[in-house]
Structure formats: structure tokens, C-alpha cells
T-cell receptor
């Protein structure tokens, strides 16, 4: 079993739609959680950190469920520019950055 | 210049060549990383340097040799690579603080390596 699992997609949605991605992680000692965005043939860029209480940044909402060991990302009012691969990232432990990346979920937003 | 810069952007090398990848960060971070991204696979951590000391070596073959001369520069020396080493090699940096409060990773734009 992979340490961080994501549905690879692709998720094909029309502009304006709401789409949600889930990610599960297997290491219960994981300390911190992130969503990164990666455009085709580009480097990953931090989209948002994920906090236990849930957090929102504009059209993006991230939630963490430690008991069930999953993380979610909700995108409202999808834009064409949201088309990308979304990487779920888990930091195994406090202190040093032992980040484990999921394979990513591909999102395609169409007109 | 800001952020994390990597050179070269693209590299094609034969199995007997020796080459080096270069990474430079202008963010004042104290940790630097090499990651490998192959098609259809998650990013794999290769090496981590904190304050110029290697703190992680993720069972990477010895044909990959990292070097961190100072907190702003990181190299990956390559020799006698195999075709399966073809991938996107990403450098990243972060600020590692006490108590587990680390900044997220900031990635460079990567070197796309093809081994022929």
C-alpha cells in the first residue's frame, strides 16, 4: 500500500463546477499536510497547507480528518486555469521535512 | 533573482558521461533537497541537506553524488547513469525551524534528464 494515495483521475469538469479530491495516508504519526499544484512540465507549487480545523483560501477549501487519515480539497467555481495536477503531500514527522508525495490527481476544466 | 533556480533545464547524456546539475536558492532557507520525478510515479526524495550537512540519503545509487558547498547552492553529480534514470530532477529548499514549524518546500523548475 502506498503511503499517500490519490485517485489519479483525470477529473473532467465544466467551468463553474465544484470538484473535490480526496487523499488518504497510512502513517498515523504524520504531522503536517499540504496540497501542491503542478502544471504540465512545471515544478510543484504550494497551493495551501491543511489544518486540523479546516481552512479556506478563496475558492479552495482544505480539510483534514486525522481519525480516518484523509485529506480533502474542494474547488468551487472552477476556472480553466485550475487545470493542473493536484498533489497531496504529507510530512511524516515533526522537525525535519520528510515529505511524502501522492502521485497526484489530474483536473481538466473545460469551457 | 529570487526563488530556486536550476540549471540546466534540459540535459541529454550518454551512459558513460559525467555531468552535474546545479541548484541555487535565494530565499535564505537552511535546507535543500533533491527529488526525482518519473512518469506516473510520485516525487521521490533523494537527498536532504540541512545547514550544509547531509541528513538524508534515501537509498540512492552511488552514481548520484550530491554536494552542498554552502546553504545557497546544491549540486547533483551524475556518472555512469542508466536509461531508467531519465526523469525530472527537482531541487527544493525550505526553512527548517525547531519544534516542527517548517516552511513548505519551494521547488526549482527542474532539470529534465534523458540518459541515452
Amino acid at each position: 500500500r502506498k503511503e499517500v494515495e490519490q485517485d489519479p483521475g483525470p477529473f473532467n469538469v465544466p467551468e463553474g463546477a465544484t470538484v473535490a479530491f480526496n487523499c488518504t495516508y497510512s502513517n498515523s504519526a504524520s504531522q503536517s499536510f499540504f496540497w501542491y499544484r503542478q502544471d504540465c512540465r512545471k515544478e510543484p507549487k504550494l497551493l495551501m497547507s491543511v489544518y486540523s480545523s479546516g481552512n479556506e483560501d478563496g475558492r479552495f477549501t482544505a480539510q483534514l480528518n486525522r481519525a480516518s487519515q484523509y485529506i480533502s480539497l474542494l474547488i468551487r467555481d472552477s476556472k480553466l486555469s485550475d487545470s493542473a495536477t493536484y498533489l497531496c503531500v504529507v510530512n511524516r514527522m515533526a522537525g525535519f521535512q520528510k515529505l511524502v508525495f501522492g502521485t497526484g490527481t489530474r483536473l481538466l476544466v473545460s469551457p | 533573482e529570487t526563488g530556486v533556480t536550476q540549471t540546466p533545464r534540459h540535459l541529454v547524456m550518454g551512459m558513460t558521461n559525467k555531468k552535474s546539475l546545479k541548484c541555487e536558492q535565494h530565499l535564505g532557507h537552511n535546507a535543500m533537497y533533491w527529488y526525482k520525478q518519473s512518469a506516473k510515479k510520485p516525487l521521490e526524495l533523494m537527498f536532504v541537506y540541512s545547514l550544509e550537512e547531509r541528513v538524508e540519503n534515501n537509498s540512492v545509487p552511488s552514481r548520484f553524488s550530491p554536494e552542498c558547498p554552502n546553504s545557497s547552492h546544491l549540486f547533483l553529480h551524475l556518472h555512469t547513469l542508466q536509461p531508467e534514470d531519465s526523469a525530472l530532477y527537482l531541487c527544493a529548499s525550505s526553512q527548517v525551524a525547531g519544534g516542527g514549524n517548517n516552511s513548505p518546500l519551494h521547488f526549482g523548475n527542474g532539470t529534465r534528464l534523458t540518459v541515452t
